[in-house]
């Protein structure tokens, strides 16, 4: 997620570019707003308005970039050129699959110009289906299967989901206003740092570092890792660098509100040093996994009726990474846990004519090699460099791993639609 992820405001409302745009030019506008506001990789950005601009009749060359877009549009003799600055906005998978579902019916002829312009404004002038109270309530849930994916036991997914709640109603308040959002994440880090210390400080058998992983689960971007490395596998360059950049102060952000509340609660580090977790039988797995995938549902705003197959994208990556990790090593499984993921997204893309994304980014978040990413800055901030940096780079070669597999998955079986 992104600090504008955090956000509820709802995105600007689209406008013409000037009086006497042809409406063909300013639906390619409006829809490029729509496909930012959502966080639609660069490659799929400009294919998708490519096509649409054939679509309509128009010579179209796109270039995007994570909070811009350029556009040269051509009609017979004449010719524009636009710049169109429009922020990324929150993670929204159910609008992302409406407007999937209106860019498929423009390209095939099902749609007229007039009626998809209106479609789009509708689409984003729409409220949130989840309010923030659910959405509070979700980050708990959210992050307390985290919990377990990292060795921890029943005590640490009580906690976290208590830590996951306090992050989700601190992203909604700081969220609220641009000028806040980016507070989040120092805020949150600071919030979950000392809170890890004085849980595990008061309770026996319970890891600090498990806490503070989990506890901020939902908020590293390990996501925009992997998309930002996405870009800079097919070409777009520029995109690619500044989402990664992004990424990187996010990391950082995040580190030193986790130093800056360890500090806080620096009197209580010894002996919160000393627990260690109870693990849960493997029978929990398949409960957790389905508790996360409820939460997801609400956390990335998708639909109620996407819950069974977010549930089994969950499935696959988790299984698909143990099964991997057992014949490769950790390290590979994870881009095999990646591959099975991607297969079951695209053949969900095919099946329901809806994104991939909409199964792909909640299974991404039982992959995340964000988690490796944090705990690396954690260890450099407690100056131990030698393994914060071999840790941090074990981050970088998952994610290339977890590309690697996605990638293969997009040859095998392509998804055939807009987005």
């Known amino acids: 997620m992104s600090a504008s992820d955090l956000s509820h405001a709802s995105a600007p409302p689209p406008t013409d570019p000037a009086p006497g745009t042809p409406p063909e030019i300013a639906l390619c506008l409006e829809l490029g707003r729509a496909y930012q506001s959502y966080g639609i990789p660069a490659h799929r950005f400009e294919d998708a308005l490519t096509r649409i601009s054939a679509k309509l009749g128009l010579e179209g060359q796109y270039f995007a970039l994570p909070t811009a877009f350029f556009a040269s549009l051509g009609k017979g003799d004449h010719h524009w050129t636009f710049i169109q600055r429009s922020p990324p906005g929150e993670t929204n998978l159910e609008k992302l699959a409406d407007l999937q579902e209106t860019s498929d019916a423009l390209i095939e002829g099902r749609l007229s110009t007039a009626d998809a312009r209106q479609r789009v404004r509708d689409i984003v002038a729409a409220p ?60 949150a ?35 925009r890792l992997v998309v930002s490395m996405n870009e800079l596998a097919t070409g777009n360059l520029v995109a690619g660098t500044a989402r990664l950049v992004d990424t990187a102060m996010t990391f950082l952000s995040l580190g030193f509100g986790v130093a800056l509340g360890q500090r806080l609660a620096s009197s209580l580090l010894d002996r919160a040093l000393l627990g260690a977790p109870v693990v849960l039988p493997a029978w929990t797995i398949l409960p957790t996994l389905l508790l996360a995938a409820v939460a997801f549902v609400v956390i990335f705003k998708a639909r109620p009726s996407d819950l069974p197959w977010i549930f089994a994208a969950c499935l696959l990556g988790f299984y698909g990474t143990r099964h991997g990790a057992a014949w490769l090593g950790p390290q590979f499984g994870v881009g095999l846990g990646a591959f099975a993921l991607g297969l079951g997204s695209n053949l969900y893309t095919r099946i329901q004519h809806r994104p991939s994304v909409v199964t792909l980014l909640p299974g991404l978040m039982v992959l995340v090699p964000g988690g490796l990413g944090f705990k690396g800055l954690e260890f450099i901030i407690q100056k131990q460099l030698v393994v914060g940096l071999d840790t941090a780079f074990q981050a970088v070669f998952v994610a290339i791993a977890l590309l690697t597999g996605l990638l293969l998955a997009q040859v095998a079986v392509q998804p055939r639609t807009a987005l």
Do not use: N
């Open 189 to 223: 880090g600071t919030l979950v740092g000392f809170l890890a210390l004085a849980a595990a400080y008061r309770f026996p058998h319970v890891s600090p570092q498990v806490l503070t992983l989990a506890g901020l689960i939902v908020l590293l971007p390990g996501l």
């Open 128 to 187: 949130d289906r989840w309010g923030p109270l659910v959405t509070v309530l979700c980050f708990g849930l959210g992050s307390a299967p985290s919990a377990t994916f990292f060795g921890g036991g029943w005590r640490e997914m009580l906690l976290t989901c208590l830590m996951g709640a306090m992050v989700g109603l601190t992203a909604v308040l700081l969220g609220r206003k641009a000028g806040l959002a980016r507070l989040v994440y120092p805020v």
